[in-house]
Nanobody, 120 residues
Framework: QVQLVESGGGLVQPGGSLRLSCAASGRLYSINVMGWYRQAPGKQRELVAAKTSRGSVNYSDSVKGRFTISRDSAKNTAYLQMNSLKPEDTAVYYC??????????????WGQGTLVTVSS
């Protein structure tokens, strides 16, 4: 089994910063992509940022220039540095990964989600 565990969510004032972490564990052979999605109340889940094992990065237009995704391959961990936060960034943030395990390729895994609230 492969698990993703997120941490770092919380309450922050507009203009503030937060850093989310996502640690992958289990019978991992490789991690192809790690990324972050978010889902605000009443809205669909959307991609925030993703980074491949080769270093390619994709950001949502709404977070470009404010959020930065990074990965520590040695720790099987991804981070999302969120700066200049806005109330519209309020959502549950989910870590997502495409992994390969023994006997299984391109398995999609989700974390349990961590709540980020941006409010004064």
């Amino acid at each position: 089994q492969v698990q993703l565990v997120e941490s770092g969510g919380g309450l922050v004032q507009p203009g503030g910063s937060l850093r989310l972490s996502c640690a992958a564990s289990g019978r991992l052979y490789s991690i192809n992509v790690m990324g972050w999605y978010r889902q605000a109340p009443g809205k669909q889940r959307e991609l925030v940022a993703a980074k491949t094992s080769r270093g390619s990065v994709n950001y949502s237009d709404s977070v470009k220039g404010r959020f930065t995704i990074s990965r520590d391959s040695a720790k099987n961990t991804a981070y999302l540095q969120m700066n200049s936060l806005k109330p519209e960034d309020t959502a549950v943030y989910y870590c997502n990964a495409e992994v390969s395990t023994i006997g299984v390729r391109n398995l999609e895994v989700w974390g349990q989600g961590t709540l980020v609230t941006v409010s004064s």
